[in-house]
């Protein structure tokens, strides 16, 4: 049975962070999205992560710490100066650095794939680190959800994925700031590579550190076949998918229009997932809201959840119109995420080809 625990209840934090402490599952709130917590130092604690949530074992995930010293025994000492100018910028925040472990590190082998590096990341959401600071471990972390679906914004969404399947849930209601999972900067190399993009841009971290960011691309299925272990959750696996496939469409209120008339043509039950503001003008069989037209941050924190609607509606759907947005500021995240729900074949999919529902 998974337990539930009040976020705003100091004692509840406390008997969850012993919880974590001694090698149980507990999911909790950050600034980004829902996480699954275990203790970083337990092989068997990190192991049971893989399993509830049916994540490929070869899918790093990342930790979680309360304190600036807790790096001290976990990774290569003294860190570079352009990593300390981002955490002393950044963290706490939705950023987590790639670094090389230390020799020694007690960072347990299922964490990194085996790897010599390790992402780390302090929250900012202040349950997240009273619950850190409270367990006195570090905590690995990926999203609380079944793998592949849409990640979790609220402790209702952990729950429909990990009932039974995992320790507890630490009840912190919607995660009200970014809505996306963290950016993901690899700093263990000869240069900085921006592995998963979100709330830290490129250009943010190359402001700061005056070093040009790489940014890797994220190619689709096919990128997996020539990856091995990757260094960052999100880079080789279809994620944060409905159960419908989705079309992503570039353009405007007519070109969404355009696309809805072509599938309902064609006798598909069409979901439509853009701008509140468009709702009223496009005549689809479900339309889910996410965000205004005029603020991409709003599509941000608005996005899984209505992705997760669309599963949960008692109108199935053939398939999902989605809006694309610019690829500016935290768009870049946004279409990052949209190119990975949209990975089975059906991303700018055509309504003349036939439907197949990988699912």
């Known amino acids: 049975m998974t337990r539930i625990w009040e976020g705003e209840n100091e004692l509840d934090v406390y008997e969850a962070a012993q919880a974590l402490q001694s090698g149980k599952l507990v999911a ?51 860190l570079p100066s352009f990593v300390q100018l981002l955490i002393e910028k950044f963290w706490p925040g939705p ?5 090389k472990l230390k020799e020694d590190s007690p960072i347990a082998p299922a964490v990194t794939g085996g790897q010599n590096t390790v992402a780390i990341r302090m929250p900012s959401h202040p349950i997240a680190l009273a619950l850190l600071a409270a367990a006195k471990v570090p905590v690995a972390a990926p999203s609380a959800n079944t793998s592949g679906k849409p990640s979790p914004t609220s402790c209702l969404h952990v729950l429909s ?7 507890g849930v630490v009840d912190g209601g919607e995660t009200c700031g970014i809505g996306l999972e963290s950016s993901v900067l ?33 190619e689709g299925n096919n990128q997996k076949e020539d990856m091995n272990t990757p260094r960052a959750p999100g880079m080789k696996y279809r994620h944060y998918a409905p159960k419908a496939p989705i079309d992503l469409v570039n353009g405007g209120l007519e070109q969404l229009k355009l696309r809805v008339m072509e599938w309902k043509r064609q006798g598909k039950v069409v979901g439509l997932l853009a701008f509140k503001e468009f709702g009223q003008h496009i005549q ?5 809201s996410c965000g205004q037209q ?4 709003s599509y941000a924190r608005q996005l899984y959840r209505a992705l997760r ?44 080809e036939r439907l197949v529902n990988n699912n």
């Open 95 to 99: 950023l987590s650095l790639v670094l």
């Open 161 to 167: 994925d990990l009932q039974g399947k995992i320790d």
């Open 186 to 218: 690899d700093c263990s190399g000869e240069r900085l590579s921006m592995l998963r993009p979100g709330a830290i841009t490129a250009e943010q971290v190359e402001a700061v550190t005056k070093l040009p960011v790489v940014i890797f691309k994220w």
């Open 284 to 288: 689809a069989d479900v339309f889910i």
């Open 294 to 297: 005029n603020c991409l941050e």
């Open 309 to 352: 609607a669309f599963d949960d509606n008692p109108l199935t759907v053939d398939v999902i119109v989605v809006q694309a947005v610019e690829e500016t500021g935290i768009g870049v995240a946004i279409m990052n995420r949209l190119r990975k729900a949209a990975s089975t074949g059906f991303y700018m999919a055509s309504p003349n």
């Open 28 to 78: 909790f709130p950050t600034e980004t999205v829902y996480g699954l917590g275990a203790n970083a130092l337990d092989q068997q604690a990190v192991l049971r992560v893989f399993k509830a949530k049916g994540r490929p074992q070869d899918n790093p995930l990342i930790v979680h710490i309360a304190a600036y010293k807790d790096l001290d025994d976990l990774v290569e000492q003294p």
